[in-house]
């Protein structure tokens, strides 16, 4: 299924993206083609200025996490340089993701709960504590920034939703609609994603105070291109697992099967975290590339959240070894 005719690192981190797993160099022209969309527009892409939650931001900065140690990445580079692939597999889908409706938003809450229910997202927001989180972004590309978030825990969200005890897994699927996303739609050449977009995570790691929904960024609702109304943010972990525009969350026994990990088992694992002493298959997670500054500076173990995370996965480095962290 995959050409691949020199090693990633030997290539432009441009083009070191996670499409190659599963489109072929002619595929990857095709869909770039289809995709092009929205190639260096310049525009700042924003949020609606009527969004109904706009005068929530900004929340109360947490102190715990009002500085990551690193400098805040420009708005404008945050909103421009995304990875959503419904709206197209460049970095450059912010005017795209402009036709994302944001309005009515129904989150469901199925599974291995007391009662499946469904909430739309102006309610939702009204039930959980709002707050302000400076979190280090790091994506599995090799590149990072660092995010103002505004959110909530995943774990409010948990306790909202009443898992019974046969939940040990929670899964957030994002929107599944090719015409508002023509990402979405099959390829002309019969290749297409296993739309929707989903990542999941053990209980344990949902309830970890790291776990994160965000739902604004930078004083302001999500800007359509980072996954508004709402995405997950798990620093310790690639960016790949940190869903955007989430409308259903579902509590299960077994652990699913993630987006890009049925596309790429061996590159986008379950249990993947960040790690610099475990290469990518295609290119090292030694360093990674500042947005901002273009510099190259060293990956620390768990994205420098070691000390809060490092303990979810004692019990299961022996038996899983590397693909904790590939
Ligand atoms: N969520 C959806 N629905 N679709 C996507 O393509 N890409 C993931 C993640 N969440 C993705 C997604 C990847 S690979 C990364 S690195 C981050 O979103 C990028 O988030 P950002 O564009 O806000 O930096």
């Known amino acids: 299924m995959l050409i691949k005719t020199i090693h990633s690192w030997e290539i432009p981190e441009s083009r070191a993206t996670c499409e190659q797993v599963f489109l072929n160099r002619r595929r990857f022209l095709a869909a770039a083609g289809f995709a092009g969309i929205g190639i260096a527009s310049g525009v700042r892409p924003g949020f ?17 996490y009002a500085d990551a140690g690193r400098k805040i990445t420009p708005e404008a580079i945050n909103t421009t340089y995304n990875n959503f ?48 989180r400076v979190y280090r972004h790091r994506c599995v590309e ?73 739902t604004g960024a930078y004083g ?34 077994e652990r699913p099967k993630s987006f890009w990990e049925v596309l790429g088992p061996n590159e986008y694992g379950f249990w993947a975290n960040v790690n610099p002493e475990i290469s990518h298959p295609r290119w090292s997670q030694a360093t990674e590339r500042d947005l901002e500054t273009g510099k190259k500076i060293p990956t620390v173990i768990y994205n420098g959240y070691g000390e809060q995370v490092a303990s979810l996965y004692d019990g299961l480095k022996d038996e899983l070894g590397a693909a904790l962290f590939k």
């Open 220 to 253: 302001k609702p999500l800007a359509k291109s980072m996954g508004a109304p709402i995405r997950l943010h798990l620093p310790w972990k690639y960016g790949f697992k940190s869903a955007k525009s989430i409308n259903r969350i579902t509590f299960t026994s």
């Open 142 to 214: 090799a590149w990072s920034m660092t995010v103002p978030w505004s959110g909530f825990t995943v774990k409010q969200l948990v306790q909202l939703a009443k898992p019974n005890s046969n939940a040990k897994f929670v899964k957030f699927e994002t929107f599944n609609n090719p015409e508002m996303a023509p990402g979405q739609k099959p390829s002309l050449f019969g290749s297409s994603y296993p739309w929707p977009y989903s990542e999941s995570v053990t209980m344990a790691e949902a309830n970890n105070d790291l776990a994160f929904m965000a």
């Open 48 to 64: 609606a200025s009527d969004d109904p939650t706009a005068a929530l931001y900004p929340a109360k900065v947490n102190p715990a």
């Open 85 to 132: 692939y419904e709206f197209g597999t460049s970095k450059r889908i912010s005017k795209a993701a402009e036709a994302l409706v944001i309005r009515p938003w129904e989150i469901a809450f199925e599974g291995e709960i007391e009662t499946p229910f469904k909430l739309q997202f102006d309610d939702l927001i009204k039930k959980v504590q709002l707050e302000d």
